[in-house]
């Protein structure tokens, strides 16, 4: 028992470490649209049932739900990627507003967000509908604008890292985000990031990038290894990488013929296969030894292939799969069965998971992805990040919809809540110093701010998670009830201290939640000497009381604009205006007028 509780606090001390690692993602983004419908007869004209739609949900996907994973497992997301002047692009960009990611996305008119639109009635999927496809190339501009904002991502990750190589993940889906200049950009500036992880259907046109990990499905991988058929042959230029033919044969594997690395000269720039693998890529033939890929086939050999499964198949072809890749790491991911990972010490690590409804498991590659770059990142041991990337994955699919892993349900499901784990989210001023020294000491930079926060709003939270985005760890100083009533007046505060305290520290962007009893911060920040101080305004830095202190302890200021029409004292105000409305209004049976006077409710209001 002992020994499992240590090694739940070793997991748990490898997702605190990832906190504020910052990663670009690159890739196809688009949306996931979930309709929710009743049914309960077949209509006259077919035999096809009648639906009325209840809810509709969108989410991030692709590209982007990888993103939105890294943000809620506590990396600093940035997302690269051509988004549409459209509908679904809007939304887009909302889900990743919500979810912390920093959107550096490339406007492209003309060209749709792909969207995957599915419906269902009682949680059974009925059909999905796509749209997008590798046909909507980018224009030469729009290709030259990704590049851009590519390079611009890379240095704003590093800049708000402290001069930290950031990390990279691709995500290559085949729907046109990552054409040939992309690719040939990202391999000649592979130095730039300390870890890459490449998800792409077509693993061959990635060989010269050299990344950390890969993570194909089985039939991503089978096809790969079918293509090559098992005889490359030996080429001292490590540019050269596996290409397929115009045609691939219908009932046997794809020839292998060699090609200009990535970005080089190709006679075309066809797009990879798109969307998910065919049903036959999804099979394999077993030769004699019962473990070898001949084709992407449907013929087993039932003697030498007898009670061998895909994980042992993709455990025996490991070391291949990283010679045909480049990596460093494979992590070949077998659906319900979980995965199978092999890296350069050339032994097989195999996780499982639990068989779930194809509905709740959408989008759980994608925090594989994010938890397994994270820990790598984070310079975890392999084994670690095999066994957290599983849990990452595991522990999403719970509902229908698109998962997304918190870091909150990672700790959860290592049966360690997350306010158990590291440091306490409230903490008192003696034990704040050694805290900051301590995250000081593991390269992370501080951001500070403080306020009253005596009513919680949605103002509140996005100034915070905007804050939180400025550095590694987020400190929030609170005013002591009596300090607010000295700032605010004898009614104030709404809720004590202990209230206001608990609900910050229950926000995910806040680390470390102070109270303080003066009216000014200015002990504390001599304390903390943050990196960052923020406040919220719409004024200059230069107009804050404390800017003068931050500079001259060697930090920087930031001012935040909160969100319009949203203010404590404005909620204050409209519940007090209700409270009022109520008490003075007459009953309708004594003042029959009242309804149809509309200057008597202007003056009550008004009172």
């Known amino acids: 028992m002992a020994g499992a509780a240590a090694e739940q606090r070793r997991l748990a001390t490898v997702v605190e470490s990832w906190l504020g690692r910052p990663v670009l993602i690159v890739g196809d983004a688009m949306l996931d649209e979930w309709r929710f419908a009743d049914s309960d007869r077949l209509c006259r004209e077919a035999p096809a049932p009648v639906l009325t739609l209840r809810r509709r949900i969108s989410a991030a996907g692709g590209a982007a739900n990888t993103a939105v994973n890294v943000a809620a497992l506590g990396g600093r997301a940035v997302l690269v990627a051509p988004v549409g002047a459209d509908v ?23 060209r749709p967000t792909p969207v995957k639109r599915r419906m269902l009635a009682g949680n059974q999927i009925l059909l999905r509908e796509d749209s997008g496809d590798a046909d909507d190339a980018l224009d030469p501009d729009g290709v030259a604008r990704l590049l851009t904002a590519l390079d611009c991502a890379t240095e704003e990750l590093r800049a708000a890292a402290g001069g930290q190589a950031p990390t990279l993940v691709v995500c290559d889906y085949g729907l046109g985000a990552l054409p040939a200049p992309v690719r040939a950009w990202l391999v000649e500036q592979r130095e730039r990031y300390a870890t890459v992880a490449l998800d792409a259907h077509d693993l061959a046109d990635w060989r010269g990038l050299a990344p950390t990990v890969v993570t194909p499905s089985f039939a991503e991988a089978t096809r790969l290894l079918a293509r090559a058929g098992g005889a490359t042959r030996p080429t001292a230029d490590t540019g050269l990488h596996l290409e397929h033919p115009d045609i691939d044969p219908a009932d046997g594997p794809s020839e292998l013929s060699v090609g200009a690395a990535p970005g080089g000269a190709r006679a075309d720039d066809r797009p990879g296969p798109v969307g998910e693998p065919t049903p036959g890529e999804g099979r394999v033939a077993l030769t004699g030894d019962g473990l070898s890929v001949t084709g992407t086939g449907v013929t087993v050999n039932t003697e030498a292939g007898a009670g061998v499964d895909r994980a042992v198949l993709a455990e025996s072809r490991l070391a291949e799969l990283r010679a045909h890749t480049g990596a460093d790491v494979v992590a070949v991911t077998l659906d319900t069965e979980g995965a199978v990972v092999g890296g350069a010490d050339g032994e097989p690590r195999r996780s499982h998971s639990t068989p779930v409804p194809a509905s709740h498991a959408v989008g759980a590659g994608d925090a594989y992805l994010a938890a397994m770059t994270l820990a790598l990142a984070a310079d975890a041991p392999l084994p670690t990040a095999a066994q957290l990337a599983q849990l990452a994955a595991t522990s999403t699919v719970s509902d229908t919809g698109t998962c997304v892993c918190r870091r909150e349900d990672l700790l959860t499901a290592l049966d360690l809540p997350a306010e158990t784990i590291g440091h306490p989210s409230l903490v008192g001023t003696d034990e704040l110093e050694a805290l900051v020294a301590e995250h000081r000491d593991a390269g992370r930079s501080v951001v500070f701010t403080n306020g009253c926060f005596d009513v919680l709003h949605r103002g509140h939270v996005r100034y915070l ?52 009893e003066e009216d000014s911060p200015a002990a504390l920040i001599e304390a903390v000497r943050p990196d960052v101080y923020v406040k919220g305004g719409d004024y200059p830095p230069e107009l804050v009381p404390e800017a003068p202190l931050v500079r001259r302890l060697g930090g920087q200021v930031r001012t935040l604009g909160y969100v319009p029409d949203r203010s404590t004292s404005a909620i204050i105000d409209r519940i007090r205006s209700h409270t009022q409305d109520r008490e003075t209004e007459p009953t309708r049976e004594n003042d029959p007028a009242r309804e149809t006077d509309p200057s008597l409710s202007t003056r009550t209001r008004a009172s």
């Open 88 to 110: 679904a692009g809007d939304e887009l960009h909302d889900c990743l507003d919500r979810a912390g990611v920093w959107d550096r996305t490339v406007n492209q008119p003309g």
């Open 465 to 516: 998670e905007q804050a939180r985005a400025l550095g590694d760890l987020l400190i929030v100083a609170v005013n002591s009830d009596g300090s607010v009533r000295r700032l605010k007046g004898p009614d104030r505060p709404v809720n004590p201290v202990e209230d206001r305290g608990a609900l910050l520290a229950a926000l995910s962007c806040v680390d470390h939640v102070v109270v303080f």
